[in-house]
């Protein structure tokens, strides 16, 4: 087994047996230990209303990304192509990209009350902003040189934005999807910690009242592999792009 | 000091922005229980911060906790970092780890530690620096690599001790790249730390405007939302402007 393969493997058996000795020392009260955990996840994965409560974040979550993706790469895109928009807009941006979101829960709850729309509405209001402003990083960091050979090579405006500048802000642009889309799951689950009936957020949330250990931890043991696998998919297909 | 066209245009958008928001507000388009106009919501503030004899008590708890957070999370960062770098084989297994750490919410595992530290400051610190630990271990190790493989060979031939190389070479040559990692740690700490707040406390911003939104108090609601956003907003700001300075200065000497 050469050492690509072998390195991860020592890492997850280093990283269970961390967590091993941290329920030997922190007791049963505070964590499960793994094989409980994995147990948990094996029972709740028998248990239809676990996968009702996956498919109702899922939902929630597709419905957040569309609509980050479709609100913050032409938003990120159009006001990255102007300099003035660009300065203007930018600091706003990174601004409410800072604001501590979870504390708009309940200007979002007023707004859009319980149930789907608010959870989606608080998956955007985590992915947007990453999105458009690695839009606009990526149009912002084009060499002014590809302009100038696009022109020289007499392109269409159409065939510029499609030959020219779409394959070399890709890279970039690809970077903000993946970690919009990652937000956006981390914004859909907050969503659901306060505005929801179902979801694997409140699922959380239920269990926390409860303090029931093992569900906490086998729930986020399934949104880490979850989120883990679709970030290694996504970056490396980034990787792939950024090779060419 | 001269104010730049940008700054002008931006200004006016976010006024225009606010009395049209405030006009929404006046003419009942939002109601009232959703929203309360926000020249209200700056009376409103300004009346929590000369009157209410909660307000300095749990601002000083939030301020303090997230300094705490934030210097725990930048010191812990650029430890790790350090010690990572210097392990590649560990770093290449460690990255996929790293780059997915921010699509989990690490607010789940708030429930265990109030569980180990009990509900109060130690908690919502650990909340804090494990939200914010990994921007900075991720900024320490992107500003090592950007260090010129010069300034090494120039450290082994006047023979610095690995730690003279840290103090002389390592620090002041990844100093406006680690820069961005201290930004990202600081607004990750106060992020984490009103979170935490929000979801269990005793004390704090985060649990005032938690408890207002349970009583159907708007004003107070309001106003402590405004009092946080402005709080990060200039913040955010400050630091974002040390930063492109760092780094003008950098391109320059270089």
């Not at chain 1, 999105?131 to 405006?157: E, K």
């Not at chain 1, 990652?182 to 694997?200: K, N, P, R, V, W």
Request: proline share 5%; charged share 10%; with cysteine.
């Amino acid at each position: 087994m050469n050492r690509r393969t072998l390195d991860p493997l020592l890492l997850i058996v280093a990283a269970i047996a961390l967590w091993q000795v941290l329920f030997v020392v922190a007791g049963p009260d505070a964590i499960a230990s793994p094989l409980a955990t994995l147990q948990r996840l094996i029972t709740l994965g028998q248990d239809p209303r676990f996968w009702m409560n996956a498919g109702a974040t899922l939902a929630a979550f597709g419905y957040a990304c569309v609509l980050s993706i479709a609100i913050g790469l032409p938003l990120g895109v159009a006001v990255g192509a102007h300099k003035l928009a660009r300065d203007v807009s930018e600091p706003i941006l990174s601004a409410f990209y800072s604001i501590p979101k979870i504390t708009l829960y309940p200007v979002i709850l007023l707004i859009f009350g319980l149930g789907l729309s608010a959870k989606v509405a608080f998956g955007v209001i985590h992915g947007v902003f990453p999105i458009a402003l690695f839009a606009i990083g990526a149009i912002r960091n084009l060499s002014p040189s590809l302009l100038r050979t696009a022109r020289v090579l007499h392109l269409s405006p159409r065939q510029t934005a499609t030959s020219v500048l779409a394959p070399a802000a890709l890279p970039e642009i690809l970077t903000g999807l993946r970690i919009g889309v990652s937000a956006a799951l981390l914004g859909t689950i907050i969503g659901e910690l306060f505005a929801s009936s179902q979801g694997l957020g409140f699922m959380l949330i239920r269990a926390m009242e409860n303090h029931q250990v093992a569900d906490i931890m086998a729930v986020t043991l399934f949104l880490f592999l979850i989120a883990g696998i679709a970030n290694a998919g996504l970056l490396a297909i980034e990787r792939r792009l950024q090779w060419k | 000091m001269r104010i730049s066209r940008a700054s002008l245009f931006r200004i006016a958008l976010v006024l225009l922005f606010v009395a049209a928001l405030e006009a929404l507000c006046r003419t009942g388009i939002i109601g009232c229980l959703t929203m309360i106009p926000p020249s209200e919501m700056v009376l409103a503030l300004i009346a929590i911060v000369l009157h209410a004899d909660w307000f300095w008590t749990d601002f000083a708890y939030t301020v303090r906790n997230l300094v705490a957070a934030a210097i725990a999370s930048i010191l812990l960062g650029y430890a790790l970092g350090l010690l990572i770098h210097a392990m590649p084989r560990m770093r290449r297994a460690l990255e996929p780890v790293l780059l997915s750490y921010y699509s989990v919410p690490t607010f789940v595992f708030y429930p265990l530690l109030v569980v180990v530290f009990g509900i109060g400051p130690l908690s919502l610190i650990a909340l804090g620096t494990i939200f914010a630990v990994v921007a900075m271990l991720m900024s320490t190790l992107t500003a090592i690599d950007r260090i010129p493989r010069g300034m090494f060979k120039v450290a082994r031939i006047t023979r610095l001790t690995p730690l003279q190389t840290l103090v002389h070479v390592k620090l002041p040559a990844a100093a406006p790249h680690l820069f961005t990692g201290v930004k990202l740690a600081v607004i990750y700490s106060v992020i984490g730390v009103i979170a935490g707040e929000f979801i269990i406390s005793t004390a704090g911003i985060g649990r005032r405007i938690a408890f207002a939104y349970n009583d159907f108090d708007n004003r107070t609601m309001y106003g402590m939302l405004l009092l946080v956003i402005s709080l990060v907003v200039v913040l955010n700001a400050a630091l974002q402007g040390l930063e492109n300075r760092l780094h003008r200065r950098w391109v320059r000497r270089t």
